[in-house]
């Protein structure tokens, strides 16, 4: 079946950087779109970053700049790195397949606090 599982999270300071992965199992990763969304507490789900099959990127505008996707195909993973690290990043980050119009499959979240 299909698996999705984040990791990387944690504290972390305003200006540092984090970098989320996102373990893949149970299809050909490589075929697949791959996306990251995040919630903030008391907040609604926020699309941040989507990768096509083909490598192809996208970000949020609230992102740009800040946020680089990238995946590893050999080894079946996404990744997210988070950089400048600002208090509104707190949020948990969601590990999908899909993109942001047609997610398939969610995985569990990574929490990412960032704190002084």
């Known amino acids: 079946q299909v698996q999705l599982v984040e990791s990387g999270g944690g504290l972390a300071q305003p200006g540092g950087s984090l970098t989320l992965s996102c373990a893949a199992s149970?299809?050909?990763?490589?075929?697949?779109?791959m996306a990251w969304a995040r919630q903030a507490p008391g907040k609604g789900l926020e699309w941040v970053s989507g990768?096509?099959?083909?490598?192809?990127?996208y970000y949020a505008d609230s992102v740009k700049g800040r946020f680089t996707i990238s995946r590893d195909n050999a080894k079946n993973t996404a990744y997210l790195q988070i950089n400048s690290l600002k208090p509104e990043d707190t949020a948990r980050y969601y590990c999908?397949?899909?993109?942001?119009?047609?997610?398939?499959?969610w995985g569990q979240g990574t929490q990412v606090t960032v704190s002084s």
């Open positions: 999908v397949r899909g993109t942001w119009s047609t997610p398939e499959y």
């Open positions: 149970g299809f050909t990763f490589s075929n697949y779109a």
């Open positions: 990768i096509h099959s083909d490598g192809d990127t």
